[in-house]
């Protein structure tokens, strides 16, 4: 992957050269996205090297961590998976250096000034904060492996949301498809994976836990049990925005674009958490899961499809400003990019999905 991107990087430079319009944020970015890889191996080698501890009993373990009000409703808190204080305080260091790090890639799409009136970046800000937060307060730290899809999902937040894939969004219409599939099957998959909550809710004074703790619990565990609903819902999210009239729209508006944005975000994370919930929770079925992904992919790929082919523009007043690309090639690679990338995402849910209901169905089969 790295070496894909560094590849298109390279080409986009070469392009660039060719008009005698070197873009100095390509640079930049093919730099951060270098060096946020090599971040991610570093964390990944680190929780290579270092296991998470030895599982404890129920009497040990309630000596040994400390569970605020609350925070027993999200039943991803069980789980053992778990850092040293020392490694702990490391990946705080990593974390404070990816802030630095994507602080200064926002400065590439935006002025000081927009970034600190900005709600979506404080909103970022606010969310990684309260991680930290919840993390320090807990006297064990989430996983190697929850911490890097977590980082990796704030990170991809970020870039897209405050950051050069908006810059680039503003410009094209590649750019903007680009930006709708990390909100849709990108980012949700990897923080539902990174089980965030508890830390989220660690970080809010007690009182508050034991009043929304038991509440937000229950929408946790209820909201997976309506599939078709989150399936039906998420898919006339994405069907209803790509229409050419909310289309244009959202690009004249900057209130309707954030709630285009906020909308696929969340159908979003209730799409896929639904997805995940009968390996986590133990609802549902992973056939049924494995069918809403493959559905998903079939008409998220139509959509891509009717953008490649389109004889004409479906959006006339988006610019073109991808090396170079016309309005109707720039639109012909944005339904590409919503085909082929997206409809690999859900492809590897759905084939990843199936493989579990095979393993639970022969367990079974075995057990009876």
Known sequence: MLYAGFSLGCQTLDVEADQGLVNPATIMLMIIASVHGGILLLLLWVWHRHPAPRAYDESERSHRFRRGPGVRAFPGW???????????????????????????????????????????????????????????????????????????????LAVSLVGPIEHWAHGSLAGHMVQHMVLLAVTPPLLLLARPMPQWMLALPSSIRRRVGPTLGNIYGSSANWPVTAFLIHGLVIWLWHLPLPYQLALEHRLIHDLEHLLFFATGLWFWWTLIAPGRLGQGSFGTAAVFAVLTMMHTGML??????????????????FAGFDQLSDQQLAGLLMWVPGGLIYTTAALALTVFWLRRAGGGRIHN
Do not use: N
């Not at 309260?130 to 977590?150: D, K, N």
């Not at 523009?313 to 400003?321: E, K, R, T």
């Open 78 to 156: 069980t789980d053992l998976d778990c850092l040293s204080r020392r490694h702990a305080a490391a990946m705080y260091r990593i974390v404070c250096g990816l802030v630095l790090l994507f602080w200064s890639t926002w400065a590439l799409a935006h002025s000081p000034e927009q970034l600190l009136l900005d709600w979506v970046t404080w909103a970022l800000v606010i969310l990684l904060i309260g991680w930290l937060i919840g993390a320090l307060r807990s006297q064990r730290q989430p996983g190697a492996m929850r911490c890097t899809l977590f980082l990796a999902a704030w990170a991809l």
């Open 304 to 321: 891509g499809a009717l953008m490649t082919f389109a004889p004409q523009l479906l959006y006339p007043d988006h610019p073109a400003g």
